[in-house]
């Protein structure tokens, strides 16, 4: 069974960091992409970061390019997103979740699997 745990959210002021960290089971990551996603207030879910499984390729969403960067650790079973740079629109409900591996395993439909949400919320 997929386990997904996600810790590492609080409250910083723009221009300030986070490290967010998603302990995982149950699954090997070579056979799933793997992402982090975030869901504002009033605005649809979407995904931030992703490792594709398919090809390796590390993808970010136009808004964090530069700014987040997301890896895993195979020791150690997590998946971590460092945020610097924050804006007061990083706001948002962070989730880490699967997808089984495909072409498209980083499209926000494909994401089957999530861990519990963490909050980071950025002040202006």
């Known amino acids: 069974e997929v386990q997904l745990q996600a810790s590492g959210g609080g409250l910083v002021q723009a221009g300030g960091s986070l490290r967010l960290s998603c302990a995982t089971s149950?699954?090997?990551?070579?056979?799933?992409?793997i992402g982090w996603l975030r869901q504002a207030p009033g605005k649809e879910r979407e995904v931030v970061s992703c490792?594709?499984?398919?090809?390796?390729?590390?993808y970010y969403a136009d808004s964090v390019k530069g700014r987040f960067t997301e890896t895993t650790d195979d020791a150690k079973n997590t998946v971590d997103l460092q945020m610097d740079s924050l804006k007061p629109e990083d706001t948002a409900v962070y989730y880490c979740?699967?997808?089984?591996?495909?072409?498209?395993?980083?499209?926000?439909?494909?994401?089957?699997?999530w861990g519990q949400g963490t909050l980071v919320t950025v002040s202006s």
């Open positions: 490792i594709s499984a398919s090809d390796g390729i590390r």
């Open positions: 149950g699954f090997r990551f070579n056979d799933y992409g």
């Open positions: 979740a699967v997808a089984p591996i495909s072409t498209s395993d980083c499209d926000l439909l494909n994401f089957g699997s």
